[in-house]
């Protein structure tokens, strides 16, 4: 089949003043020849369809339209559209399967051929009109869709294209909750791409060529693959992304306040393949120059529990009841009147500790908190456990103490009968 110039516009594939061609047979089949190409000049790129392409580099695509030329043998010029099947026919060379191939490998390819025949051929060869390329991205990207390539993209300049990795769930900068493949339209390959190394590491060996009709496909993994969980004795349950780290400092950070009720001496961490770590301490996690014990992994579930340790205050207290015994302190009698204030009329030189041992049995110990806070001295000073009892009672008086705040209602109510009978 031979191909003639026509005045008929080309689709709109093609830019808008470049020459159609269409075939003839019989007596048309004198092929017109055509104008080598121009010489010099710089490479186009695909923005500018429009332009002759003389790039050695510029790979040949199905409906491109070539113009080759022979030095000195005009008659061998052709304008020649590449079938949809990649190939092209011409006199001397025969059919050849042009698609893929660039610029320079055509040229050395049909120089060899025209040898046989001729001597030292001089082939030139310009691309007249190109397809537009486009490429396909789809998934978790900010503008999926078809995209026009520019000659010698890869995957990172698809990507950027596209306006990058988009997602509800992730940050676009976790690349390791992303997966992406390339599948190449010719030949139907499809290449996995981890995302990690193209574009955290820079591992150009991820960064795949992409051609025309190509297919993008990017998606982010399961929430289960990138989060971990907390449960129970913490202001804010629920899913937390896991920190590129996998300190667990961030996550508890990140769940607020840590409640008093929070047993942090016996974390339990189990997870995804089941198997479980127990009585992790996380004591003063929230303190400068902690180190985190273990290292989160996404599926984790993180497990505070409560604090159900308690002891109990009685008597002249400002604050009494129960209290959490605390997970990050020990406790003594001294620290307990201290923390939680004595008042007037307390008689805390006979402050009474009282313990139920395991027998049931109940001991009773009497701590001078009085001498501690006047004297310094801190010997009588005891270890309060869990379910202990303390009690303070009130300051003993004497006979005059007693009946003091009764004479002084008396005094003043007979001065004010007094007053009165005088003002009659």
């Known amino acids: 089949m031979r191909f003639v110039a026509c005045d008929t516009p080309l ?117 007249a009109a190109r397809q537009i390329r486009q490429a396909n991205v789809f998934g978790s990207v900010a503008n999926k869709g078809k995209l026009a390539l520019r000659e010698g993209w890869r995957v990172r300049d698809v990507l950027a294209a596209a306006g990058g990795l988009a997602s509800l769930n992730f940050p676009p900068d976790r690349y390791e909750f992303y997966r992406a493949e390339l599948n190449h339209a010719r030949g139907g390959e499809t290449l996995p791409i981890d995302l990690s190394k193209l574009l955290g590491a820079g591992d150009e060996s991820q960064n795949y060529v992409v051609e025309a009709d190509d297919t993008l496909t990017v998606r982010e993994v399961d929430t289960s693959e990138a989060n971990v969980w907390v449960v129970g004795a913490v202001q804010k349950a629920g899913p937390q992304l896991v920190p590129r780290s996998g300190d667990i400092v961030e996550v508890l950070t990140l769940a607020g306040p840590i409640p008093d009720a929070a047993l942090l001496s016996a974390v339990e961490i189990e997870h995804r393949d089941r198997t479980t770590q127990k009585n992790i301490d996380l004591r003063g996690y929230n303190k400068p120059g902690f180190v985190s014990p273990v290292k989160l992994r996404p599926g984790d579930q993180i497990t505070i529990p409560e604090n159900k340790k308690r002891y109990y205050l009685y008597g002249i207290f400002a604050q009494a009841g129960e209290k959490i015994y605390p997970d990050d302190e020990k406790l003594t009698v001294f620290k307990v009147i201290g923390k939680y204030g004595q008042v007037n009329g307390a008689e805390i030189k006979q402050t009474k500790l009282i313990r139920t041992l395991p027998s049931g049995k109940t001991q009773q110990f009497t701590v001078n908190v009085e001498k501690m806070l006047e004297r310094g001295d801190m010997s009588d000073d005891m270890v309060v456990l869990p379910d202990d009892k303390i009690y303070v009672q009130p300051t003993k008086r004497n006979f005059w103490e007693r009946i003091y705040p009764a004479i002084q209602v008396v005094s003043v109510t007979l001065g004010l009968y007094l007053a009165f009978k005088a003002l009659k």
């Open 11 to 127: 689709p709109r594939r093609f830019a808008p003043d470049s020459c159609c061609l269409l075939p003839v047979t019989g007596a048309q089949a004198q092929e017109k020849p055509a104008a080598p190409p121009p010489s010099g000049g710089n490479p186009t790129n695909a923005s500018g369809n429009n332009a002759v392409i003389t790039s050695p580099t510029y790979k040949i695509a199905p409906e491109d339209i070539l113009n080759i030329s022979v030095v000195d043998r005009p008659e061998l010029a052709r304008n020649i559209q590449v079938l949809s099947d990649g190939t092209i026919d011409m006199p001397d060379v025969g059919q050849i399967k042009v698609a893929g191939m660039t610029i320079e490998d055509l040229k050395k390819k049909i120089t060899t051929e025209l040898r046989k025949k001729y001597t030292r051929p001089q082939v030139n060869i310009a691309v």
